[in-house]
């Protein structure tokens, strides 16, 4: 019997949905940290190509490499399946375990996590070296969010 997700003889493996979000989780977390696929590859002994299949779920990630990935970027194992149903779907709020449950957010793709703007942002925010600087920064841009629903 054949399930769903599985490889059949002469067909590619589709994606789980489970392992595209995990995958997404990880790139999320990498890039919040400012990390490269190249700096996240060389802590865990791969090639920035095999980051790069973990992160659009091409590749399953194994228990030992998550339980690695975790501890390099300094979250728990769970927080890869934040967003995730019992079930294995993955959840319509998924955006928002995503970004923390950083509460309602208004965009018109729900999952802006994985938007390269998103990224983008967050990785030029934690650059900024000065913590009053940052934190004039995320003022002006809840400001600017207000104005914009106004």
Excluded at 13 to 37: E, I, N
Excluded at 79 to 95: I, K, L, Q, S, T
Excluded at 109 to 129: A, C, G, H, K, V
């Amino acid at each position: 019997m054949m399930l769903a997700h599985e490889t059949t003889v002469g067909k590619a493996r589709q994606a789980h949905p489970v392992d595209v979000h995990v995958g997404g989780r990880v790139r999320l977390r990498r890039v919040f940290l400012g990390y490269s696929q190249e700096k996240l590859a060389n802590a865990l002994g791969l090639t920035f190509q095999q980051i790069q299949k973990y992160e659009r779920g091409a590749n399953r990630i194994s228990a030992s490499k998550l339980y690695e990935l975790s501890r390099i970027l300094s979250v728990p194992v769970t927080y890869f399946f934040e967003g995730v149903e019992a079930d294995g779907e993955v959840a319509a709020n998924g955006a928002d375990a995503a970004a923390g449950g950083a509460g309602a957010i208004h965009s018109s793709d729900p999952d802006f996590t994985n938007q390269r703007e998103t990224l983008q942002l967050i990785s030029s925010y934690y650059r900024i070296p000065d913590s009053k600087v940052r934190a004039e920064v995320l003022s002006l841009l809840k400001t600017l969010g207000r104005t914009s629903e106004g």
